[in-house]
């Protein structure tokens, strides 16, 4: 050792490379400690993430776990709500079908009560018509009686008077020398039993002529505005558009309290234009209205000059027209919608803008009602043949074409008897205008129908005999008072009871029964 101190104190260049020496080993020896300080970190800090890891696992996993629990209450509770649901629907299909069936139920109860009331009704029906029938016969025994009566009566005057002839010639032979024969006595008028009756059927006829003429007229005059309206543009823009005004009006008319003030305004503007109007030409207002009419007064907004606006004749009959095919297209398939369109036509023919002076110009209306229904005015005849149907108005289903249906024929003879009851049953006792088609015309066609004998009866006068009674009793009691009464007992239970098609007379005759349970109107007394 002293042999070392003395060689590094000699060697100055070992002690260097000896200290670098101890201080590469001390740096060593500091690596080391830091390696492996180092290393026990990372053991520390692995085996940290370990331990979170395995934390988290456990964290995952008790969060799935979690998460099937509540997904698993979920499915119970979907599947608890589906079967509540499945439930509920049972027991509402189980609740609609027991609901058919009290309603199928109920409608078997109705159809066999109404059955029953068909049946009673029929047997009333049948029960009447016998009673009739033994009455009718009563008194044709009694007229026959009667007949042989007179006829014995007779035999014995002309048996009589041919005893007093021959003793006047008996008489006269005497009397021949002396020259005093007395002049012969003057023949004596014979009563005709039936004469009242055929006055009132040619009279009946001579008004459905004029009217038929009266409708000629009208189409001629539609043919005149027509060539006129070529000849002058602007008549013809004016009187299409009034005419396509009109049409959309009429069309408009509706059931329900001031559901109509629009359509009537507008019809009465187009009807006041035409009134005023001066492109057209003007002509006589006679040729539109019944011959043995009663002229109006001198005074009134269009005077009593029977010079009138072309135009508004021409307006009026295409109101007129549109009126008539409201009620065959509405009406025929709801009889009550024919009350508003009665109430204005009844209205616009009562405006004493369009009169002429004191005159109401519905003739114009009423030629429509000869030519398409003229069973109301009197007019019969067979529907077995062309000519019966022609004189009914049977419609063809076109020019010269084959005739409509019976059910057609029907609708538009339902909606027309509608229409005329619409018409003609208007109360103006409260309006300060006058009724232009009062309802002594309604009760004329009533009377004419069932005055019918039952042989010239047709079903068309029992379907238009319904169409204007059905709805309408109330408003014809209140007219004519207890004498209406009397008029439905005889179009209602006379008329059908002694029909010869009781199939055709049957809808007819349940109206009585009608009337006693919706308006507590006995028609049938008890027997």
Not at 5 to 19: F, G, H, I, N
Not at 97 to 114: F, G, P, T, V
Not at 146 to 160: F, L, M, R, S, T
Not at 408 to 426: K, V
């Amino acid at each position: 050792m002293g042999a070392s101190k003395a060689t590094l104190q000699d060697s100055p260049r070992e002690m260097v490379r000896a200290m670098k020496l101890l201080r590469i080993t001390a740096d060593y020896a500091h690596f080391v400690r830091l390696n492996e300080q180092s290393q026990e970190r990372q053991k520390i800090h692995e085996a940290a993430l370990a331990a979170s890891a395995l934390k988290h696992e456990e964290v995952r996993r008790a969060v799935h776990a979690e998460l099937e629990r509540i997904e698993a209450r979920e499915q119970v509770k979907r599947e608890i709500q589906a079967d509540r649901l499945r439930i509920a629907e049972l027991k509402q299909q189980a609740a609609e079908a027991k609901e058919r069936d009290r309603i199928r139920e109920e409608k078997l109860l109705l159809e066999r009560a109404a059955r029953e009331r068909e049946a009673a009704a029929a047997q009333k029906v049948e029960q009447e018509r016998k009673r009739i029938a033994v009455e009718e016969q009563r008194k044709l025994d009694e007229a026959q009686k009667k007949a042989d009566e007179i006829q014995k009566k007779a035999k014995a005057e002309a048996e009589a008077r041919q005893k007093e002839a021959d003793a006047q010639r008996e008489a006269q032979r005497a009397q021949l020398s002396s020259g005093t024969v007395p002049p012969p006595a003057a023949p004596q008028a014979v009563a005709d039993p039936s004469g009242g009756n055929r006055v009132q059927i040619m009279l009946a006829d001579r008004d459905h002529q004029q009217y038929l003429e009266i409708h000629r007229r009208l189409k001629q005059l539609r043919r005149a505005m027509e060539n006129a309206g070529r000849q002058n543009p602007e008549l013809k823009l004016k009187a299409g558009n009034m005419r396509r005004e009109i049409r959309k009006s009429v069309g408009q008319l509706a059931q329900g309290k001031g559901a109509n003030k629009i359509p009537t305004a507008n019809l009465v503007k187009v009807m006041r234009l035409a009134c005023q109007d001066t492109l057209g030409p003007r002509i006589d207002v006679r040729h539109y209205l019944l011959e043995h009419s009663p002229a109006p007064s001198s005074s009134g907004p269009q005077q009593a000059s029977p010079e009138l606006p072309a135009l508004l004749i021409y307006s009026l009959n295409i109101f007129a027209k549109a009126i008539i095919a409201q009620f065959v297209n509405e009406a025929s398939v709801s009889p009550r919608s024919a009350d508003p369109v009665g109430v204005i036509a009844a209205a616009m023919f009562a405006n004493n803008e369009f009169r002429w002076g004191t005159r109401s110009l519905i003739d114009i209306l009423v030629a429509k009602f000869h030519v398409h229904c003229p069973i109301l005015f009197g007019i019969y005849g067979p529907e077995a043949t062309d000519d019966g149907r022609k004189l009914l108005a049977w419609a063809r289903e076109e020019k010269d074409g084959p005739w409509v249906s019976e059910r057609r024929h029907g609708d538009r003879m339902t909606g027309l008897g509608a229409g005329f009851a619409a018409i003609g049953l208007r109360n103006f006792s409260k309006s300060a205008m006058q009724n232009p088609y009062p309802g002594v015309h309604y009760w004329r066609a009533l009377h004419r129908i069932v005055s019918l004998p039952p042989p010239e009866v047709t079903r068309t006068h029992y379907i238009v005999l319904r169409a204007m009674l059905e709805n309408y009793e109330p408003r014809f009691i209140e007219l004519f008072g207890g004498v209406a009464i009397a008029m439905l007992r005889a179009a209602l239970v006379s008329f059908p009871a002694i029909a010869l098609d009781l199939g055709a007379a049957g809808p007819l005759a349940v109206l009585p029964h009608a009337l006693k349970s919706d308006r507590k109107l006995t028609l049938v007394g008890p027997r």
